[in-house]
């Protein structure tokens, strides 16, 4: 959702303390997603059914019809062995891929610096919060938070007047030179603004032409802190001690995930079965259908929340597909995912692998999170199970990957 120049802000004058609060938030929810995100990011392309496609239906790639001849079914597990394996399953029919030691060149995988900054500016507008600092001075770009009163020849007028109203300096948003006067105040301060209003001015014809008076209060100006030392050590003391080390440990964590989403493309588009099980590509397709009727759910939701009517959208008017086109859909689908699902299991059971505890209780938080019952209650042990072993396949990969830089092995 796009900010718009003149929101109301919740922050006031009167109540500076709700903005320390929301920061100290903030900070703890942070905190708490800093575990999650790597883990997001290397499941981001192994968990498919479960998640994958609620977020597609959301920006309108969903499909949905009400009559087809898959039934749909949440039964996650279903079709999967207590060890996560796919019942019925010939590893003799999966392809295999010789990934074990294979080279990558760093270049494919290095995270580059421009990136290590665009995550340090984001880190600090997470922090980001409205100051009454009174220390701090209205510069052009500023957004800031103010109360105004306006009046003509001593009368004030309709829509003159406005409290905790959120404005950018330079943005144009207000009538001309009402922003540059601001300039140079700070929090605290009262601002008398004059103006003359635009000949013509459609927002108000009887305003047009005429010279006007605002009484401001400057609140507060939105402040985005410094990334330096002393930023990484109260919000990332627990990844770094300096700025220097919370850069190389983005640079790090960068670098890992590009690794990650390399093994797993490179699986994406070399897998290959010849023959998958009947009954698993049937329940995949219920699995898919299940989770695209969610996704109409969802994106009904989305356009009531938005002020769109969305109760009698049909089939058509939201896929354009017809339930043939549809059917079609989910077999190739459920073809693509089972093929997947079928690789790396041949992996991790031609590797020897086995599920850590550790990985296995991420996982397992990932999907409930951090209700271990309930993630088991909706998905069951063997769909977790399943999860975990596509996680584990890429960090044995990557553990044997031959990174090459410059035409040698790193």
């Known amino acids: 959702m796009s900010e718009e120049i003149k929101n109301t802000v919740e922050e006031t004058d009167s109540s500076i303390s709700k903005s320390k609060a929301k920061r100290e938030a903030r900070a703890a ?4 997603a800093k575990a999650k995100k790597n883990f997001d990011a290397i499941l981001g392309w192994v968990v498919g059914i479960a998640l994958a496609a609620v977020v597609i239906g959301i920006i309108g790639m969903g499909i949905y019809t009400s009559v087809t001849k898959t039934t749909s079914s949440s039964d996650f597990s279903k079709g999967l062995t207590a060890e996560g394996f796919v019942e019925g399953a010939d590893m003799s029919a999966v392809k295999d891929l010789s990934m074990e030691g294979m080279e990558i060149p760093f270049e494919a995988v290095e995270y580059m610096d421009d990136k290590v900054e665009a995550q340090l500016v984001q880190a600090a507008q997470q922090f980001s919060f409205y100051s009454d600092d009174a220390s701090k001075t209205v510069e052009d770009g500023n957004t800031i938070n103010l109360n105004y009163s306006g009046s003509v020849d001593g009368v004030k007028f309709d829509g003159g007047t406005a409290d905790n109203q959120s404005l950018t300096i330079g943005s144009g948003s207000f009538i001309d030179d009402f922003e540059q006067q601001l300039i140079g105040s700070h929090p605290g301060d009262d601002v008398t603004v004059n103006v003359t209003f635009p000949d013509p001015y459609e927002n108000n014809p009887d305003l047009a032409g005429k010279e006007a008076v605002f009484e401001c209060h400057v609140n507060s100006i939105y402040t985005t ?3 330096d030392d002393e930023f990484v050590k109260e919000h990332y003391s627990d990844l770094a001690g300096s700025l220097d080390e919370f850069k190389a440990y983005l640079k790090e964590q960068g670098y890992q995930s590009n690794l990650d989403t390399y093994l797993a493309d490179y699986i994406t588009e070399n897998a290959s079965v010849s023959k998958v099980p009947s009954a698993y590509k049937k329940q995949l397709r219920s699995l898919i259908k299940y989770s695209d009727e969610q996704a109409f759910e969802q994106y009904k939701t989305y356009m009531t929340y938005y002020g769109y009517n969305s109760s009698d959208m049909s089939f058509s008017d939201y896929t354009g597909l017809s339930d043939s086109e549809y059917e079609k859909h989910l077999k190739e689908e459920a073809e693509k995912q ?8 041949s ?4 590797a020897g692998l086995t599920i850590s505890d550790e990985d296995y209780e991420q996982v397992l938080n990932y999907y409930g999170s951090n209700d271990r019952d309930a993630a088991i209650a909706k998905y069951g042990e063997p769909y977790v199970k399943q999860t975990a072993i596509k996680y584990t396949v890429i960090h044995y990969l990557k553990d044997k990957a031959n990174i090459v830089k410059g035409g040698s092995a790193e």
């Open 225 to 227: 802190p410094e990334v």
């Open 347 to 350: 992996i991790f059971r031609n």
């Open 29 to 32: 929810e942070v905190k708490a």
């Open 338 to 345: 089972a093929v997947m699902d079928l690789t790396y299991e």
